[in-house]
């Protein structure tokens, strides 16, 4: 029983915490997850911070496991430069969530590489959230606020 207290005394103290998606300059966000399609499947790790209140830039990189570009192994790994427009004070959006278009460009291999992605995050409390990025780059996971 004690443990069932406790369980929903957590529940509810994380619940009224307030989150924030976006905070606008000076915001860093990491976040970690899936790639399901794209250049291939694998894993990435994204990394963004907020220049203003709409503009954020930041870097990342993929690691492909299967279905990378030619299926040549030298186009297993993207490294990039991401550019994000956080249109969540522009849409009213609530506090937890945030909408955002953006562009990655890097290296793919020894080829040059695109993408260009819709995501959205929501967190839960004001450390951890979940995200999806989704166009002809993206991903789902875990999102970190610092």
């Known amino acids: 029983m004690k443990k069932l207290l406790l369980l929903a005394s957590m529940l509810f103290i994380t619940s009224t915490v307030s989150a924030q998606a976006w905070n ?47 299926d040549n192994k030298d186009n297993n790994f993207f490294v990039f430069g991401r550019l994000g427009f956080h249109l969540q004070e522009p ?33 839960f409390n004001n450390n951890v959230g979940i995200y999806g990025e989704f166009g002809n780059n993206g991903s789902l996971g875990v999102s970190f606020n610092f």
């Open 24 to 70: 606008g300059k000076g915001d860093q966000k990491v976040q970690i997850g899936l790639n399901g399609w794209g250049y291939g499947t694998g894993i990435t790790g994204t990394y963004d911070y907020g220049l203003g209140k709409i503009v954020s830039i930041g870097a990342g990189a993929n690691v492909y496991f299967d279905g990378y570009k030619d």
């Open 91 to 123: 849409l009213g959006l609530p506090e937890k969530w945030d909408i955002y278009p953006g562009v990655n460009l890097g290296v793919l291999g020894k080829d040059f590489g695109i993408g260009a992605h819709l995501g959205v995050r929501y967190f």
